[in-house]
């Protein structure tokens, strides 16, 4: 997101990215959800935050050649009775609902309905793959991509930029997800990891086009796949997927589902997540620059186009970096 608004700006630049195999955002469902939580919450910023979002995935996949996204809907059941409680007490108080909610929108008899649910609608599915290998592809093509890993050891600041290797530049901007726990420039923020895994697995029978949500999401990928996520993890030893995880989305997919199913994968990753669950951008207090663009948690794929425009609007000098989202607010 950083390289494409920094592209869309006519600003001269490089990527560099070892292009692993598996990360967060490779991991993640891609789903841009207006209403989240056990609390029914309306999702932060969200009126300003979805439009701007489906816009530039609009706009990445025309340059690129590639649908990015689907405006789509998620159909949420209610897992207990608390649940139930809950929702027709928000839906008695809460205003905002009306723009989100809807009574249910489907009638699927794989999902086990057993206690009701509504439609949230709009929402987004974003193909967070095709994104990435694309972009890269297009970055590659215009000779903006190394494909390596940094060595942040190489770095040398200088009194007006930075110089890496053979590059001297103005700045340099950090994204490095969970990586910048060995970054020692940024790596005291108050960061709190989060371990999630995901399942893959195959089912047959199952409406194609429709994201569904009981205990977990049921996330269609295409060809009977779908992505079934995700568990959070704040103690953990790696970043491997693990045998309790599985066992736990087995449960509740088995519990969501009246239909048979192959497990066809097993993910995990790490997310760079805040305690005030806000973003951790912005400059270097003592080195302005270098440059953080990381902290977005769960959120990557809503929040990620509207704060990249905003940083280099800021690195400009044509915009202030939002109070909300500044590193250097107390948290």
């Not at 469902?29 to 999702?43: E, R, S």
């Not at 049921?218 to 066992?247: A, C, M, Q, R």
Request: glycine share 8%; charged share 25%.
């Amino acid at each position: 997101m950083m390289s494409y608004f920094l592209h869309r700006a006519g600003l001269d630049f490089m990527l560099m990215d070892p292009a692993l195999p598996s990360n967060a955002s490779r991991v993640a469902g891609g789903i841009v959800n207006p209403v989240t939580g056990k609390k029914l919450a309306k999702t932060w910023r969200v009126d300003e935050l979805h439009p701007f979002a489906l816009k530039t995935y609009q706009e990445i996949g025309k340059l690129i050649g590639a649908e990015l996204v689907l405006q789509t809907r998620v159909n949420r059941y209610h897992s207990n009775p608390e649940d139930k409680v809950k929702f027709e007490e928000q839906a008695e108080t809460q205003d905002w609902f009306k723009q989100y909610i809807q009574a249910l929108q489907v009638n699927e008899p794989a999902i086990n309905d057993t206690m009701g649910g509504f439609t949230i609608y709009p929402a987004l599915k974003i193909y967070g793959i095709k994104l990435m290998d694309g972009w890269r592809d297009f970055l590659k093509k215009e000779g903006r991509f190394i494909e390596e890993t940094f060595d942040h050891s190489q770095l040398e600041i200088l009194p007006e930029g930075i110089q890496y290797q053979n590059i001297t530049a103005e700045k340099i901007i950090f994204c490095e997800g969970w990586g910048v726990r060995n970054n020692p420039w940024f790596k005291d923020l108050p960061f709190n990891a989060a371990k999630g895994e995901a399942l893959i697995v195959r089912i047959k029978g199952l409406l194609p086009d429709e994201v569904f949500l009981k205990g977990v999401f049921l996330v269609p990928l295409g060809d009977d796949l779908y992505y079934i996520g995700s568990t959070n993890e704040w103690v953990f030893t790696d970043d491997k997927p693990s045998p309790h995880k599985l066992e736990e989305l087995e449960r509740k997919l088995q519990k969501a589902l009246n239909l048979p199913y192959e497990i066809v994968d097993h993910q995990a990753a790490v997310r760079p997540a805040v305690k005030d669950r806000r973003p951790l951008i912005g400059q270097h207090a003592e080195y302005p620059q270098l440059v953080l663009f990381n902290g977005l948690g769960t959120k990557g794929y809503s929040l990620s186009p509207f704060f990249a425009e905003q940083l280099v609007k800021v690195l400009l000098g044509e915009s202030e970096i939002d109070a909300a989202i500044d590193l250097k607010r107390k948290i």
